[in-house]
């Protein structure tokens, strides 16, 4: 692995060296890799999206899925391809309501704990796998374990061990399977990340996160308490 330089003012070095004492990163170098990822994800995110609306607006075939997706679907004849319309985007907006999901963090971040019941990873492990920053990563879980979608161990050498509860109720399961079934593919995934940036205003975000920041704050206060009590 080839080395590179970065020159930081003092206070941005101090934030880094900051990050790295949480624990949430093994180095400063692990940190910068962390924040390249996230970067990459998003430009490589933008690209795509732009092609697609770009596709939809000529109403090219980006604007139907193939019928694969869907279980029990099938071609009437050998090689051909039926294509099916995206849902409604209210369709799209009720099936997050109905999980509670409100970011496209929130989305990434179930979609992949959902594939498998059972995950042991670290938070710093699902950050480099989908290519977000570990704090926000780290209040993704807190939203989606408050909203009892996920389940996660005490931590363990470093990893959880993670369970996804979506399944185990009639409506979000439906709302989940919808939502799967839509992000295999790339017309798909435009539009459920469309109605989560609508949803995802910076006024509206600070609101939603605010009783989760709190809860995180008391969990905090009462650790405190129990560490001076012993």
Not at 84 to 89: D, K, M, R, S, V
Request: aromatic share 4%.
């Amino acid at each position: 692995m080839s080395t590179l330089k970065v020159s930081l003012p003092p206070a941005m070095k101090a934030f880094v060296a900051a990050q790295v004492h949480s624990g949430l990163y093994s180095s400063a170098s692990d940190y910068m890799q962390t924040l390249i990822r996230a970067d990459q994800h998003r430009r490589a995110e933008a690209t795509l999206e732009a092609q697609l609306l770009d596709s939809l607006a000529s109403d090219e075939d980006a604007s139907h899925v193939s019928p694969s997706a869907y279980p029990g679907a099938a071609s009437p004849t050998e090689g051909r391809t039926i294509v099916l319309p995206l849902p409604p985007t209210t369709a799209v907006a009720d099936w997050l309501h109905t999980l509670g999901v409100v970011s496209p963090c929130q989305w990434d971040v179930l979609l992949c704990l959902s594939r498998h019941q059972n995950t042991l990873l670290g938070a710093a492990d699902l950050a480099r796998l989908l290519g977000y920053a570990s704090t926000a990563i780290v209040v993704a879980l807190d939203v989606l374990e408050t909203l009892a979608l996920v389940e996660r161990s005490q931590v363990s050498q470093g990893a959880r061990l993670y369970r996804c509860l979506v399944l185990h109720t009639a409506p979000r399961r439906e709302a989940l399977t919808q939502l799967q079934t839509l992000a295999a593919h790339r017309a798909g995934r435009v539009v459920i990340a469309q109605q989560l940036r609508q949803d995802h205003t910076p006024k509206g975000a600070a609101q939603q996160a605010q009783p989760f920041l709190t809860k995180s704050q008391e969990r905090a206060a009462r650790k405190q308490r129990w560490l001076k009590a012993i």
